[in-house]
């Protein structure tokens, strides 16, 4: 599959996981310009709507992924085919098939227990981790000096997890740099899940759509606003698009 796909606000590519997989490894060289891949799920696109100025950041990258389910059957209800390539299962499917465990890579988030798991669960010999403070998106000081810290480690891989919208601030701030080289993703708590230290939902809970209940339980106070308040504003900007593109198309 592939092309692009135009939804709520978003120009995704239509990429499933394995196609966006084996497109990303094809990509990926310490030779090439520096080219990122973002994943908005339901929160970014409400976020986005909220904040167009956001918008630039996305444009810019190299491939956009649909990371949600709920997005993909919104958009199937509107005869639009949007496959879904979770950032968390590609993150997962790079460490265990296409990443050598000797070469270099970089990651940007996280704390120093965190990588030292990932070091030894994937038996990483040249892991380069920055860690930048927690008040990046307020902080355009802090996000060029991470971008510079990643521009210069000419890695195949740059993991940036830092939340939205602060690690595609990072990674477009990469782009920029004419020495930066490889594909960065920016893929959230994907490490936190590959660490183990948060529990990602069972499968049939994924596939059923509800990987946000399994979150909400898990940390309610944090995530309650984004799955009961901001989340369900998705619906209203659905019905906002369709009705934009009926009158386009009755014009």
């Given at each position: 599959m592939a092309g692009k796909v135009n939804f709520l606000g978003v120009r995704f590519d239509a990429l499933d996981l394995e196609t966006a997989l084996d497109r990303i490894a094809a990509r990926a060289s310490i030779e090439a310009p520096f080219a990122y891949v973002t994943t908005p799920n339901v929160d970014h696109v409400v976020k986005l709507a909220r904040d167009p100025a956001r918008t630039a950041l996305y444009k810019s990258a190299w491939l956009t992924l649909n990371d949600s389910r709920i997005l993909s059957a919104l958009?199937?209800?509107a005869n639009v085919a949007l496959p879904v390539a979770?950032?968390?299962?590609l993150t997962d499917a790079l460490f265990d098939r296409v990443i050598d465990r000797h070469e270099p890579i970089t990651i940007?988030?996280?704390?120093?227990?965190?990588?030292?798991?990932?070091?030894a669960r994937y038996?990483?010999?040249?892991?380069?981790w920055h860690q930048p403070p927690m008040d990046l998106k307020t902080n355009p000081r802090a996000i060029v000096a991470a971008a510079a810290f990643a521009a210069q480690q000419h890695t195949r891989f740059t993991f940036v997890c830092v939340g939205?919208?602060?690690?595609?601030?990072?990674?477009y701030a990469?782009?920029?740099q004419p020495e930066a080289t490889g594909v960065g993703l920016c893929v959230g708590a994907a490490l936190d899940f590959l660490t183990g230290r948060k529990t990602r939902a069972p499968r049939w809970m994924r596939m059923a759509r509800l990987e946000w209940l399994h979150r909400l339980a898990?940390?309610?106070?944090?995530?309650?606003?984004?799955?009961?308040?901001?989340?369900?504003y998705v619906f209203s900007l659905f019905r906002a698009w369709r009705a934009e593109i009926a009158a386009a198309n009755s014009a």
């Amino acid at each position: 599959m592939a092309g692009k796909v135009n939804f709520l606000g978003v120009r995704f590519d239509a990429l499933d996981l394995e196609t966006a997989l084996d497109r990303i490894a094809a990509r990926a060289s310490i030779e090439a310009p520096f080219a990122y891949v973002t994943t908005p799920n339901v929160d970014h696109v409400v976020k986005l709507a909220r904040d167009p100025a956001r918008t630039a950041l996305y444009k810019s990258a190299w491939l956009t992924l649909n990371d949600s389910r709920i997005l993909s059957a919104l958009a199937a209800r509107a005869n639009v085919a949007l496959p879904v390539a979770p950032g968390s299962d590609l993150t997962d499917a790079l460490f265990d098939r296409v990443i050598d465990r000797h070469e270099p890579i970089t990651i940007i988030g996280g704390d120093a227990e965190m990588i030292a798991v990932m070091r030894a669960r994937y038996g990483l010999s040249d892991l380069r981790w920055h860690q930048p403070p927690m008040d990046l998106k307020t902080n355009p000081r802090a996000i060029v000096a991470a971008a510079a810290f990643a521009a210069q480690q000419h890695t195949r891989f740059t993991f940036v997890c830092v939340g939205a919208p602060q690690q595609e601030m990072i990674a477009y701030a990469i782009s920029l740099q004419p020495e930066a080289t490889g594909v960065g993703l920016c893929v959230g708590a994907a490490l936190d899940f590959l660490t183990g230290r948060k529990t990602r939902a069972p499968r049939w809970m994924r596939m059923a759509r509800l990987e946000w209940l399994h979150r909400l339980a898990s940390e309610p106070q944090r995530l309650w606003r984004r799955y009961l308040v901001d989340g369900p504003y998705v619906f209203s900007l659905f019905r906002a698009w369709r009705a934009e593109i009926a009158a386009a198309n009755s014009a």
